[in-house]
């Protein structure tokens, strides 16, 4: 008669499979070794280079979200930087809303840009990871 630990040892390494038969369970390297032949690697830079592009991602979010902010205020410091002629001033009926629209379209450009930092980011993070699989797969 099987005992608990006879019937435990044996849905260890066997299943039901779709017909309801039972099979044998694959251990995990054997995965990894037949999803490894099959698919290509995703991988396309180095460690270094990947942890180069996460610090510059961060402090590009960082910087650029910081930025749209006070462009969104309409922050006097940054006056210079905000793209207007002297027509913009002279045609305008209510001269500070046109530039308050270019600090606003400004302030979008730096958000848009900081969320291109973060799919920067997203992406390097994704290859230190597999990097970091990649020390430990033995080939």
């Given at each position: 008669m099987a005992t608990r630990q006879d019937v435990a040892n044996t849905a260890r390494f066997y299943h039901f499979n779709a017909i309801g038969s039972?099979?044998?369970k694959r251990r995990s390297s054997e995965y990894f070794r037949l999803v490894n032949a099959e698919m290509p690697s995703l991988l396309f830079c180095g460690p270094k280079m990947a942890a180069c592009g996460m610090v510059i991602s961060i402090w590009g979010v960082i910087m650029l979200a910081m930025l749209g902010i006070f462009f969104s205020a309409n922050s006097a410091v940054l006056i210079e930087d905000v793209p207007f002629t002297e027509e913009d001033i002279r045609e305008d009926k209510q001269p500070p809303q046109r530039i308050y629209a270019l600090y606003?379209?400004?302030?979008i450009n730096c958000f848009i840009a900081?969320?291109?930092?973060?799919?920067?980011g997203a992406i390097s993070l994704c290859q230190v990871r597999l990097n970091k699989r990649q020390e430990y797969m033995v080939t």
């Open positions: 039972f099979q044998r606003r379209q400004v302030g900081a969320a291109i930092y973060l799919a920067v």
